[in-house]
């Protein structure tokens, strides 16, 4: 009776007909089949690997790793490496002959621009000031501290020093610190003034725009997926023609159609003051600002919440609300106890679309948006059309943080494996 | 139990008709009452117009025409919600988001019971299906015969009077959905509710019935006991389509009340209980069950006319043996013998006579 | 996964290499079409080396990125004058030796006949372009704006306004209007004072503003009658009232120019084919040639030495170019080092303002 309730030693014994044991025998008639499976999603895992592993890990390194002044200016990195708690404020002799080194050096390796560039991302003006430090540096004879301050009394602050300080290691956090509105000042870095601070402001202000519009698509996407999960399949159909139209058009199409009707001598004004409802004078402002991004963005986003909604409702049986009425319940309640609650995996699963992709949107609120339709994307873009690739990927990675912890929060009450998207 | 004469109806339809599209009728002039406490059943091939019926009378569907009444009052517009009706639905129809418990308690709690009361009443629905023990699980948890029992006690756990059930089986397995008719039934026999029952399994409709009505084509064609039914079937359609007959098609040779002598196409007589035939010279169609169909000749009434046969083929069935023979031209009818230790061994190509009580044989229309 | 990467990178690059086809990347639109024209076609028909012009919203941006990941695909790029600037610091373009330019067609030497900073040490000037203000003159009737603090006069001039959204060139057009003479306006911009009180200008007419991105919304504001002014790129506003008949006007008060630069990003595949296209495209005829598609400037003496006639056969460029004496009279050159140095850090002013 012991070996018969020890399963371990029951199949251990087992062989199969040949003579091979039972386990060895199933592992290898698994193994086959599990690297025949593998081998077929291993163009997929090769894709995604180069297609967005890579790069995502190249924007996370970019974003704290910037050597274009350490690498081109060895005699300071040692210097600050030696002296890590000068004072900023009255550096010595030696930092600004290690310095002057540094720059003639810069100006036969033409690496001026590159150091330059560096310190210039939190100390702006200096990219002009490494120039003139480095054309002027071979002719330059000690004391270094009074000939270098003759060429530019900008060479003395104490907040440049810090920045150089900052630039001598290759990994920094300083990308996050200014895309955090912070600003390094002469005495170290500190929240930038009232009318600098733009990055948390605009940060704050694309989630509140992006819940909007998640709302808003919500709100107008819930009663159409019904529709076309009820409807008759030829009806339906046709429906969903009309659904996915805008996605077999450009988003330019889109959006520019969006200002023709909006705009102030649009269409939709024109029909208004038409119809008396408004003067000539009256006209609405309904493009260039915020309503207008909201508009154009709610319009390109809404498939994406009417398709996981409309691949839910359409699983769940009519019998459900029949069920329901004949227990009693009236048409609201059966509606707010019985239907919404089957669809609120479609709902997380478009709320959780919609509200990613209008976090990460450019285009429409760029051409849209006016002056108070900008969103963080649009600094993103900005940055890296100006070369600041560090600046951009910091902002870029804060705003993936902040998604992941959308995920984890959503993971966290409601669950990832009851998403449907459709 | 004498429903057709009981005039203090529980439910009624009064010349309903239904049409979905404006240019058919799914249901035709129905006339019905069922009587409290009735187990009542509307059998049916799909398309028949039954469930439309079932869904007219839950409120789903309104009808075009016609009026239904539930315990004296029309219910027309009466919202579904409000005729406090319980429905058991094919799929069970539980909700998924909720645990068992939830589920029962869902129909009391929209009636604004408190919670004490509510949980008392579920307790006892989920005892009286044995399922107590799942209160915490969710539906899909649980088999689909747990699940059956759970949508039964939440069908019933706010007393409802009458309780509605459509193909509530049908998507269990056979053993399953036999032990589950027998519960049904004595869940109906304990409450003493009205049942209206929904099905398109002619055995579930006999073995838990009190009357069934058989639909085709938006209109009862019979309703009957479950005995009635069988044996005595009331047109073609219902011999045809409860249990298994053999059809003789023939005319009318002689006609006097309850007695009928029908030439058969192939020249045979036969004696035959008249039904819904008027006259001599009529066509008719005669309906024999294949297992009152003899062939020894000493189990005949005396004078009984018997016809020659040719054994065909014996399949043997355990519990019966199953003969095709050529009677009158026809190469499908069968006789159905009980597989006793004497029962005479027949071989295909055996020329044998078989004949039938007359009141067994049924000429019906054509 | 490295090797993979280096092969399909070698892969792509033997592809072009095999082609030996010069690649010339530029904004699109009318000026990538002028540059097609004046250029791309005629040097690949005179040298026998096949040239292809392909578009691009920006080319600085995927010279960097060309360039940084060492698959450049690009041997000339028609770059912005501060962006050829601060990519030559960075070490991603090629220098182009001004000796090696071709002398002007009346014999000048190129270091002399160029206009003052239309070669830098990496970049040519391929023409001149400027940011101006232009009017409906069908709208406005009458007295017409013709200073750029008429711009900013809402009560002379009431209606909306339509600006370039960015920092640049806005803020010294603001200054300039604000009455600050064009040789002050980098030095006032240079102090917190002087960025304070181009934004003060600013203000008086935030209220009012539609902004722009794209240097084709700028006419299209005005034709659709968003705005009744707008600054726009001379050349938008030239090629909307010339080729498609609008009566728009341009203001040339207060304009700010700067120099369009070609340039080779470091790697090009044909890298003495793409410099022998830059002396030909920069040569007196080449500008010239330019100069007929699109109203922008060259930038060599001899070019403007005899009379340009647009393609159209009949409109006379000159006054149209924003280095025509009589509209070089408040202007502005573009600073390309204080913009190096102080782009970002504006450019967020700039963008917290806006959401203020």
């Known amino acids: ?422 | 139990m004498a429903a057709e004469t009981r005039n203090d109806a529980f439910v009624a339809f009064e010349r309903v008709q239904k049409s979905y599209d404006g240019v058919t009728l799914v249901v035709k002039d129905l006339n019905l009452s069922i009587g409290k406490g009735e187990f009542l059943t509307m059998l049916g091939p799909s398309g028949s117009g039954k469930t439309t019926c079932l869904m007219m009378l839950a409120g789903f569907e309104t009808a075009t025409n016609g009026e239904i009444r539930l315990d004296g009052q029309p219910i027309n517009q009466v919202p579904p919600h409000k005729r406090g009706i319980g429905m058991v639905f094919q799929n069970y129809a539980l909700f998924p988001h909720m645990t068992v418990g939830e589920n029962l308690a869902f129909p009391l709690e929209v009636r604004g019971m408190g919670k004490s009361d509510r949980d008392d009443k579920v307790k006892r629905a989920l005892d009286m299906v044995q399922m107590f023990s799942f209160i915490n699980r969710r539906p899909a948890q649980l088999s689909g015969g747990q699940q059956q029992r759970i949508a039964l006690a939440r069908a019933l756990v706010f007393d409802p009077k009458l309780v509605l059930m459509d193909e509530p089986l049908g998507a269990l397995d056979k053993q399953l959905r036999e032990h589950m008719q027998f519960e049904i039934k004595h869940l109906h026999e304990r409450l003493g509710i009205t049942v209206v029952y929904v099905t398109h399994d002619q055995g579930e409709a006999l073995t838990m019935s009190d009357r069934v009505a058989v639909f085709n084509d938006g209109r009862i064609q019979q309703l009957a006991t479950p005995s009635d039914l069988y044996e005595r079937p009331e047109n073609s359609f219902v011999a045809q389509f409860i249990g298994e007959n053999n059809k003789l098609p023939g005319t009318i040779e002689e006609l006097s009340g309850d007695k009928a002598l029908v030439r058969l196409q192939t020249g045979e007589l036969i004696d035959a209980t008249p039904v819904n035939v008027k006259q001599k010279g009529a066509a008719t169609l005669v309906s024999i069950r294949p297992e009152r169909v003899e062939f020894k000749p000493e189990m005949m009434p005396p004078g009984a006319h018997m016809i020659d046969a040719e054994v065909l083929e014996i399949i043997y069935m355990g519990d019966i043996l199953r003969a095709v023979l050529r009677v009158a031209g026809s190469d499908e009818f069968v006789m159905k013998m009980r597989n006793t230790l004497g029962q005479t061994k027949l071989v295909p190509g055996q020329k044998i006579k078989v004949g039938w009580h007359p009141q067994d044989a049924r000429a019906l229309d054509p | 996964m490295k090797k993979l990467l280096a092969l399909s990178t070698a892969l792509t690059v033997v592809g072009f290499a095999a082609r030996a086809e010069v690649v010339v990347m530029s904004w699109g639109g009318a000026y990538g079409e002028a540059q097609t024209e004046a250029h791309v076609k005629p040097w690949s028909a005179a040298s026998g080396i096949a040239a292809t012009m392909v578009d691009s919203d920006n080319p600085a941006p995927a010279v960097k990125a060309m360039v940084e990941a060492g698959n450049v695909t690009v041997d000339v790029a028609s770059l912005e004058y501060a962006d050829a600037i601060r990519l030559c610091d960075e070490g991603m373009l090629e220098p182009i030796d001004v000796a090696s330019l071709p002398a002007g067609a009346d014999g000048t030497p190129a270091a002399d006949d160029f206009l003052a900073g239309a070669v830098t040490e990496c970049g040519v000037s391929t023409d001149i372009w400027s940011n101006v203000f232009a009017f409906d003159s069908s709208k406005i009737t009458g007295t017409v704006p013709t200073t750029a603090a008429d711009f900013f006069d809402l009560e002379k001039f009431p209606g909306k306004r339509g600006l370039k959204k960015g920092a640049k060139a806005v803020l010294e057009f603001a200054l300039m209007a604000d009455g600050v003479p064009a040789a002050e306006v980098y030095n006032v911009l240079n102090t917190p004072e002087g960025v304070d009180r181009a934004f003060a200008k600013l203000d008086t007419i935030k209220s009012d503003v539609v902004w722009w991105e794209a240097g084709a919304q700028a006419p299209q504001l005005l034709a659709d009658g968003e705005v009744t002014m707008t600054t726009a790129y001379n050349g938008r506003i030239f090629a909307a009232a010339i080729n498609e008949g609008k009566p728009f006007q341009i203001v040339w008060d207060g304009q700010v120019y700067e120099n369009e630069m070609y340039a080779i990003p470091k790697g090009a595949p044909n890298k003495d084919a793409a410099l022998e296209f830059i002396k030909y495209a920069t040569s007196t005829e080449g500008l010239r040639a330019q100069a007929q598609h699109i109203s922008y400037g060259p930038a060599r003496k001899s070019a403007l030495k005899e009379e340009l006639i647009f393609k159209d056969g009949k409109t006379v460029m000159a006054p149209h170019l924003p280095t025509a004496p009589e509209n070089m009279g408040n202007a502005l050159e573009t600073s390309s080092d204080f913009w190096v140095d102080h782009d970002a850090e504006l450019n967020e002013r700039f963008q917290a303002w806006l959401a203020q």
């Open chain 1, 1 to 422: 009776m012991a070996e018969a309730t020890d399963p371990v030693t029951q199949t251990a014994l087992l062989t199969t007909a040949d003579g091979r044991p039972l386990k060895t025998a199933l592992a290898e008639a698994q193994a086959k089949a599990r690297r025949r499976a593998f081998l077929l999603v291993v163009p997929l895992i090769l894709f995604v690997i180069m297609t967005f592993l890579i790069p995502i890990g190249y924007m996370l390194k970019r974003s704290f790793e910037h050597d274009g002044f350490a690498s081109s200016a060895p005699a300071m990195v040692a210097w600050f490496a030696a002296n890590p708690d000068f004072d900023p404020t009255n550096p010595p002799e030696e930092a600004y002959a290690a310095l002057v080194s540094d720059l003639a050096r810069m100006q036969v390796e033409k690496t001026t621009g590159m150091a330059g560039t560096r310190i210039n991302y939190s100390v702006p003006g200096t990219i002009s000031l490494f120039k003139g430090g480095a054309r002027a540096a071979k002719n330059l004879t000690p004391p270094f501290k009074e000939a270098l301050l003759a060429v530019d009394a900008e060479w003395g602050r104490p907040a440049l020093w810090r920045g150089m300080q900052s630039a001598s290691h290759v990994y920094t956090a300083e990308f996050y610190l200014v895309a955090s509105d912070r600003k390094l000042t002469d005495d170290g870095w500190a929240r930038g003034g009232d009318k600098e601070r733009i990055y948390l402001y605009l940060f704050f202000k694309t989630f509140l725009i992006s819940g909007i519009i998640t709302f808003l698509c919500l709100l107008l996407a819930f009663p159409v997926a019904h529709l076309l999960a009820t409807l008759p399949m030829a009806k339906s159909s046709l429906l969903m023609i009309f659904v996915l139209l805008p996605f077999w058009t450009s988003l330019l199409v889109r959006t520019t159609s969006w200002i023709a009707l909006l705009q102030e001598q649009g269409v939709a004004n024109d029909l208004l003051v038409a119809l008396g409802l408004i003067t000539e004078e009256g006209r609405l402002t309904m493009m260039y600002n915020m309503t207008g991004t909201i508009v154009a963005m709610t319009h390109v986003l809404l498939p994406f919440m009417i398709l996981p909604l409309y691949s839910v409702m359409k699983v769940i049986p009519p019998s459900y609300a029949r069920a329901a009425r004949s227990l009693g319940a009236t048409s609201w309640t059966t509606f707010r106890r019985v239907y919404l609650p089957q669809t609120l995996p479609g709902i997380a699963a478009g709320s959780l679309l919609v509200f990613i992709l209008a976090v990460g949107y450019y285009i429409t609120p760029a051409l849209v948006g006016g002056a108070d339709g900008q969103l963080i994307s649009n600094l993103i873009s900005f940055h890296m059309s100006k070369s600041n690739w560090s600046l951009a990927a910091a902002i870029a990675a804060m705003l993936l943080a902040s998604i992941l912890l959308l995920y984890w929060l959503y993971d966290r009450l409601v669950g990832i494996d009851r998403l449907k998207f459709g």
